[in-house]
């Protein structure tokens, strides 16, 4: 099984800066997309980023030109540089992969941004 482990996750004041890490480990197969979700309490999963192979990137339009997805130096490592923090970031940030090739769906446990003011 894959196991992805999320960090860096606090709590931060608005207009401060956070990063987040995740790493997948495990029977990891060839051709995954990586990419962060994330779930404010009453409200439903929304897409922050997506990084595919090739390196093309998605943003979720709440976020986009605040945040930044990355890949990491070891394989299947992503990161999240986040910027200019609003009281509306706050939520639990989840971790996702994809293996394309059998189309299945790997999940972090979730790591808690709170910003505060």
């Known amino acids: 099984q894959v196991q992805l482990v999320e960090s860096g996750g606090g709590l931060v004041q608005t207009g401060g800066s956070l990063r987040l890490s995740c790493s997948a480990s495990?029977?990891?197969?060839?051709?995954?997309?990586m990419g962060w979700y994330r779930q404010a309490p009453g409200n439903e999963r929304e897409l922050v980023a997506v990084?595919?192979?090739?390196?093309?990137?998605k943003y979720g339009d709440s976020v986009q030109g605040r945040f930044t997805i990355s890949k990491g130096s070891a394989e299947n490592t992503v990161n999240l540089q986040m910027n200019s923090l609003e009281a509306d970031d706050t939520a639990v940030y989840y971790c996702?992969?994809?293996?394309?090739?059998?189309?299945?769906?790997?999940w972090g446990q979730g790591t808690q941004v709170t910003v505060s003011s």
């Open positions: 996702n992969l994809r293996n394309l090739r059998e189309n299945v769906d790997y």
């Open positions: 495990g029977s990891i197969f060839s051709r995954n997309v």
């Open positions: 990084i595919f192979t090739g390196g093309v990137k």
